[in-house]
């Protein structure tokens, strides 16, 4: 359950705590109070409070939303509400028509095709670099390009981590997919696709991503 707090306010703590960010310590350091307004972490006896106001901390396997921002060589740079922006590799997206292959030079000329400047898209954290920054992929076929839509913000340490992330708002012909890091994107309901060959994951949010591209026509 999620526990929010506002500064000045007594957490409840084990005997034995240990104070984190957001917190200090009165009565002689029997009582964790919190320093700022948030939501209250525990990692064993460690009792942090993240702010409500900062900036996304990302986990490997997070469900993110995010604007491109630029299209670079091999790779594209995302804004998902974090310090940094995030990386999508070219090698860890999911080529039109599901075509397991490596890279080639046309799929650099062509990148824009799959991805531009201002494309909103779904995709998942996949590791972390040296510097911090995050690794995305979009290797499953729900994640990709979003379209026909609108995107809400919300702070990050409001979302909770779920097993699903995508849901159909039965009765309103709503569909809502909420990320980790605090952009939820609202779409019109899409009908169901046709059971075939997906060419990568299958689970029950398949039926979000929005179509491939075509293929980009031959030089």
């Not at 948030?38 to 702010?51: D, W």
């Not at 996304?56 to 998902?80: A, F, P, T």
């Not at 201002?118 to 390009?145: C, I, N, P, W």
């Not at 997919?177 to 939820?184: E, R, V």
């Amino acid at each position: 359950e999620m526990e929010l707090v506002t500064p000045g306010q007594t957490i409840q703590s084990e005997a034995g705590f240990l104070r984190g960010h957001g917190t200090y310590v009165k009565d002689g350091g029997t009582t964790l109070v919190a320093s700022v307004a948030g939501v209250v972490q525990r990692v064993n006896k460690l009792v942090s409070v993240i702010p409500v106001k900062s900036r996304y901390v990302g986990q490997v396997g997070d469900v993110v939303v995010g604007r491109v921002l630029e299209v670079g060589q091999k790779r594209w740079g995302l804004d998902v509400n974090s310090t940094q922006a995030a990386v999508l590799m070219l090698s860890s997206v999911h080529l039109p028509g599901g075509v397991q292959r490596r890279r080639t030079y046309e799929d650099q000329l062509n990148m824009r095709q799959l991805y531009a400047e201002g494309d909103v898209m779904s995709a998942e954290v996949h590791q972390f670099f040296g510097d911090g920054a995050m690794s995305l992929h979009t290797r499953s076929r729900k994640y990709g390009k979003l379209r026909g839509g609108e995107m809400v913000t919300v702070p990050w340490v409001l979302m909770r981590r779920m097993k699903k992330h995508h849901h159909v708002l039965e009765g309103l012909g709503v569909e809502v997919l909420l990320s980790s890091n605090g952009l939820i994107w609202i779409s019109p309901e899409r009908p169901p696709v046709p059971e075939r060959d997906q060419g990568g994951d299958e689970d029950e949010d398949e039926d979000w991503t929005e179509p491939d591209p075509p293929p980009p026509p031959p030089p």
